[in-house]
């Protein structure tokens, strides 16, 4: 397990607007934490969410039905895929 110490090492600076500061605590106030943890919590929920939209990609059924049955039974290589790999394992010392 991190140790707490490890999990406090680093710090972001945040500069808001009073209202913006009023808001944030009687939000972590609602949930019963400190402003630091709802901040963070909430950076963090967003921060997955958008990683997530740009990382995933989401292939239409028929798309996806191409794909599966090209790893199921992949094709032969053919010429240039024979010459990228050769290129490749040139490249790496292979």
Same mark, same amino acid.
Do not use: C
């Given at each position: 397990?991190?140790?707490?110490?490890?999990?406090?090492?680093?710090?972001?600076?945040?500069?808001?607007?009073?209202?913006?500061?009023?808001?944030? =605590? &009687?939000?972590?106030?609602?949930? /019963?934490? !400190? @402003?630091?943890?709802?901040?963070?919590?909430? $950076?963090?929920?967003? #921060? =997955? &969410?958008?990683?997530?939209?740009? /990382?995933? !990609? @989401?292939?239409?059924?028929?798309?996806?039905? $191409?794909?599966?049955? #090209?790893?199921?039974?992949?094709?032969?290589?053919?010429?240039?895929?024979?010459?990228?790999?050769?290129?490749?394992?040139?490249?790496?010392?292979?």
């Amino acid at each position: 397990m991190v140790e707490a110490a490890e999990l406090k090492r680093e710090r972001v600076n945040l500069r808001l607007d009073a209202k913006s500061k009023r808001k944030l =605590e &009687r939000a972590a106030t609602y949930e /019963e934490t !400190t @402003v630091s943890r709802f901040v963070l919590s909430n $950076a963090i929920s967003a #921060a =997955e &969410r958008v990683i997530e939209t740009h /990382e995933r !990609t @989401v292939l239409p059924a028929t798309d996806w039905d $191409a794909f599966h049955e #090209a790893l199921l039974n992949p094709p032969a290589p053919n010429l240039a895929l024979r010459q990228a790999a050769r290129r490749y394992l040139k490249r790496i010392g292979g």
